[in-house]
């Protein structure tokens, strides 16, 4: 899924520094909370002008995970300030920085552009979906960089734009996805780092979000409708869910999918094997 090696000297030019882990709320090692995200389904018809052939050039470059080539072709855009050219600049990075490969400051560098790319365009385009699903993505993984205190102080404006882009395109998968895991890790919550994190932010006038095991599995499903089979840690999460709801056939069902999905990279292999190890453990 991911590219060759950087050719660095191409991005100095256009001031990409260095880029993130995806969202992990209260743990290291955990599975990345979003996936990697390969398509961007838009409501919305492609620009009818010149640019429209380079954007398709680009989609397919993406699709092919391409990652490096796919920011140039998009950098070397005439219109780089199209609102299309921009979000896709802003996707690119965004799946760069989950490329092992690059160091942690690098990955916090190239996070910081995309949300500085698309965090003007915000008020200026609220009819655009893809506005939206960028900005949460990029918003909630700078406040990782930023601390604890960042990323929970964001988890409701995360969540606030995801509702909107999910509102404006209800078939996108990968977002009904990213809606599902924020119920789902703010419902992971122990009581007692609720309890303590409420009692840290207490002068701030800050209440942690809750969510329920059902508000995620209703994402799960949907996401799973959306796109049957789309994603590994997806069908992983809606066999959890049925777990923690005490329904252990639906629970079978969806994690023996998850456990003989085809592994094409390591979240693929994390859900493997942790849905196999739960299957274990199923009476």
């Known amino acids: 899924m991911l590219t060759s090696d950087l050719d660095e000297a191409k991005y100095n030019t256009r001031n990409l520094h260095r880029p993130i882990k995806a969202f992990q709320l209260w743990g290291a090692g955990s599975i990345s909370l979003w996936p990697t995200i390969k398509k961007n389904n838009t409501n919305t018809d492609k620009p009818k002008d010149p640019i429209s052939s380079i954007l398709d050039t680009a989609d397919g470059t993406f699709e092919m995970g391409r990652y490096e080539e796919c920011y140039n072709i998009l950098t070397n855009v005439q219109n780089e300030k199209d609102i299309e050219v921009?979000?896709?600049?802003?996707?690119?990075?965004?799946?760069?920085?989950?490329?092992?490969?690059?160091?942690?400051q690098y990955k916090k560098d190239i996070i910081s552009q995309a949300y500085d790319i698309i965090a003007p365009e915000v008020d200026q385009n609220w009819d655009n979906f893809a506005v939206h699903k960028w900005y949460a993505l990029t918003l909630d993984a700078k406040s990782s960089y930023i601390g604890i205190k960042e990323k929970i102080t964001q988890l409701e404006n995360v969540k606030k734009h995801m509702d909107l882009a999910v509102t404006l395109n209800p078939s996108d998968a990968s977002l009904?996805?990213?809606?599902?895991?924020?119920?789902?890790?703010?419902?992971?919550?122990?009581?007692?780092?609720?309890?303590?994190?409420?009692?840290?932010?207490?002068?701030?006038?800050?209440?942690?979000?809750?969510?329920?095991?059902?508000?995620?599995?209703?994402?799960?499903?949907?996401?799973?409708?959306?796109?049957?089979?789309?994603?590994?840690?997806?069908?992983?999460?809606?066999?959890?869910?049925?777990?923690?709801?005490?329904?252990?056939d639906q629970a079978r069902y969806y994690l023996k999918l998850a456990a003989s999905y085809p592994a094409k990279s390591n979240n693929d292999h994390k859900a493997n094997k942790e849905a196999a190890d739960l299957l274990k453990k199923i009476k």
């Open 86 to 104: 921009k979000w896709r600049i802003c996707r690119v990075l965004y799946n760069m920085a989950k490329d092992s490969k690059y160091d942690e």
């Open 176 to 248: 009904l996805h990213m809606l599902g895991e924020w119920c789902y890790q703010v419902t992971e919550i122990p009581w007692h780092q609720r309890k303590t994190i409420e009692i840290l932010f207490q002068d701030f006038h800050f209440i942690l979000p809750h969510s329920t095991y059902e508000d995620a599995l209703e994402y799960f499903l949907r996401a799973e409708m959306a796109q049957p089979r789309f994603y590994s840690i997806n069908l992983l999460r809606i066999g959890c869910c049925y777990l923690k709801l005490n329904k252990d």
